[in-house]
């Protein structure tokens, strides 16, 4: 289990400084965790593919450096700084950095 880095209290910490990339896939740092929602950090090196899944929670995707690809049931989103996705519970997605991307994904 990972710990997150914020606790329920009033707390601040500056994303950007949060970003490391990994020198291939992917690395994961969960920002904050209660029992009805989760937002974890998500930074992907160039080149990282994360294979179709789904998940039975919703979630939202903010894009906040990088660039890539988002596919949700067949639909392409392109991904760079300040898109903001929605994807509903159990639909099919899959992702592709075409360059260091970081993005906070929320699950609702």
Request: hydrophobic residues 40%; glycine residues 6%; charged residues 15%.
């Amino acid at each position: 289990m990972t710990t997150p880095l914020l606790q329920m209290q009033t707390s601040a910490l500056q994303i950007h400084e949060q970003l490391e990339y990994p020198e291939s896939g992917l690395r994961k740092k969960v920002l904050f965790k209660d029992d009805h929602c989760q937002y974890t950090l998500i930074c992907l090196a160039a080149g990282a593919d994360i294979a179709e899944h789904s998940t039975p929670r919703n979630a939202t995707v903010q894009v906040l450096a990088g660039r890539g690809e988002l596919t949700i049931s067949g639909q392409h989103i392109s991904l760079e700084p300040g898109v903001f996705v929605v994807m509903p519970a159990n639909e099919p997605h899959a992702l592709n950095a075409s360059e260091n991307l970081a993005f906070l994904l929320t699950f609702h």
